[in-house]
């Protein structure tokens, strides 16, 4: 019962007509996505390294500071803080270059096909323009 009311649906409306190609071809969004996200956690690591970068020449001109003044409790605690600022830098660069390398394996932009919701549109338009039409035919008579 149910398949024949939409057989009738369909031929009323004429909706099984074809109107070409179902999908359009447009851009991966989700590829899009991806690549914003890690081009967004890339600059936020290179960021890091920067900032690593500066604190070990921080640490570095105070153990300097450290050698000239002649300091020797300071001086034998300013080498352990420069290996920890430096050991904090490079696991800043891995992250970094673990980014690039996600980045790199997306690969180049690529294109999705998507649903032509213009050919819903044109159907439902055609079949209300077909029952108003109708219904002012009817009205006239």
């Known amino acids: 019962m149910q398949e024949n009311s939409f057989k009738r649906m369909i031929a009323h409306g004429a ?3 074809n109107y070409g190609r179902k999908k359009i071809v447009g851009p991966d969004r989700h590829q899009q996505r991806a690549r ?3 081009e967004q956690s ?3 690591a290179q960021k890091r390294v920067d900032k690593k970068v ?3 020449k ?3 001109d105070k153990v ?4 000239s003044k002649g300091h020797r409790q300071r001086l034998a605690q300013r080498p352990r803080a420069v290996v920890r600022v430096e050991k904090a830098w490079k696991d800043a660069q891995n992250q970094r270059d673990q980014f690039a390398e996600q980045a790199s394996a997306l690969g180049p932009p690529r294109e999705r096909a998507d649903r032509d919701f213009r050919k ?3 159907m439902t338009v055609r079949t209300l323009l077909l029952e108003n039409a ?3 035919f009817m009205a006239v008579l």
Do not use: D, H, V
């Open 15 to 17: 909706l099984n007509t």
């Open 36 to 38: 914003e996200q890690l």
């Open 42 to 44: 890339l600059e936020a």
């Open 54 to 56: 500066e604190a070990s």
């Open 58 to 60: 921080a640490q570095q």
């Open 64 to 67: 300097a500071e450290s050698t």
């Open 120 to 122: 819903q549109t044109l």
């Open 134 to 136: 109708l219904l002012s």
